[in-house]
């Protein structure tokens, strides 16, 4: 069983940065893609950054040149580095676990942290 737990969220001014990780439990992170969605309020979830099982990565159009998503194997985390941040960034931020192996069939998803941007 799978298990993913968020971190690093809180409230932020505009401009100001956040750094948020997710740690997996299991032994399938390093054969899994990761990702990072958010949830505004109203609003569906969509994706913000996705890094595959081999490092290749990409962001949504919204957050492009503002943030960096990245995974370390050994410690089973994804983070997402999040700077310049806007008051539109403000929503949960989920973390997906999207396995890559033959068989599999169900992708797995944190509780969620709330990032909120506001002066």
């Known amino acids: 069983q799978v298990q993913l737990v968020e971190s690093g969220g809180g409230l932020v001014q505009p401009g100001g940065s956040l750094r948020l990780s997710c740690a997996a439990s299991?032994?399938?992170?390093?054969?899994?893609?990761m990702g990072w969605y958010r949830q505004a309020p109203g609003k569906q979830r969509e994706l913000v950054a996705k890094?595959?099982?081999?490092?290749?990565?990409n962001y949504a159009d919204s957050v492009k040149g503002r943030c960096t998503i990245s995974r370390d194997n050994a410690k089973n985390t994804v983070y997402l580095q999040m700077n310049s941040l806007k008051p539109e960034d403000t929503a949960v931020y989920y973390c997906?676990?999207?396995?890559?192996?033959?068989?599999?069939?169900?992708?797995?998803w944190g509780q969620g942290t709330q990032v909120t941007v506001s002066s």
């Open positions: 299991g032994s399938i992170f390093s054969i899994s893609d």
């Open positions: 997906n676990l999207d396995p890559k192996f033959p068989g599999s069939s169900r992708d797995y």
């Open positions: 890094i595959t099982r081999g490092g290749s990565t």
